[in-house]
Nanobody, 128 residues
Framework: QVQLVESGGGLVQAGDSLRLSCAAS????????MAWFRQAPGKEREFVAA????????YFADSVKGRFTTSRDNAKNTIYLQMNSLKPEDTAIYYC?????????????????????WGQGTQVTVSS
């Protein structure tokens, strides 16, 4: 069992930066690949980024590539989403998710059904 708690959301202006955190508790956190998804009002939840269990490779949605990065600190059981050059269309609730796997992250990591655990989400609002 893994429990996930996101934090770091807030209200920012377009062009600003924000860093989200996702703290995990439970056993064997380092056995899990992690991902970020987001859901904007009136839209389906969509994939944002994924990071392998070791942090050795990452995968991003085209919409955030070059602006967002993700990292993890397994000693702190925490992953991060650094969001730069934020746009109003980045406004959404951001969720982290965990998937027990040692494979490299790939396009299959964009599918919600592949994840075992989810956090409750943190709101990010970007004003124009």
């Amino acid at each position: 069992q893994v429990q996930l708690v996101e934090s770091g959301g807030g209200l920012v202006q377009a062009g600003d930066s924000l860093r989200l955190s996702c703290a995990a508790s439970g056993r064997s956190y380092s056995d899990y690949a992690m991902a970020w998804f987001r859901q904007a009002p009136g839209k389906e939840r969509e994939f944002v980024a994924a990071i392998s269990w070791s942090g050795g490779n990452t995968y991003f949605a085209d919409s955030v590539k070059g602006r967002f990065t993700t990292s993890r600190d397994n000693a702190k059981n925490t992953i991060y989403l650094q969001m730069n050059s934020l746009k109003p269309e980045d406004t959404a609730i951001y969720y982290c998710a965990a998937r027990k796997t040692y494979t490299r992250v790939s396009p299959t990591f964009t599918r919600e059904l592949n994840y075992d655990y989810w956090g409750q989400g943190t709101q990010v609002t970007v004003s124009s």
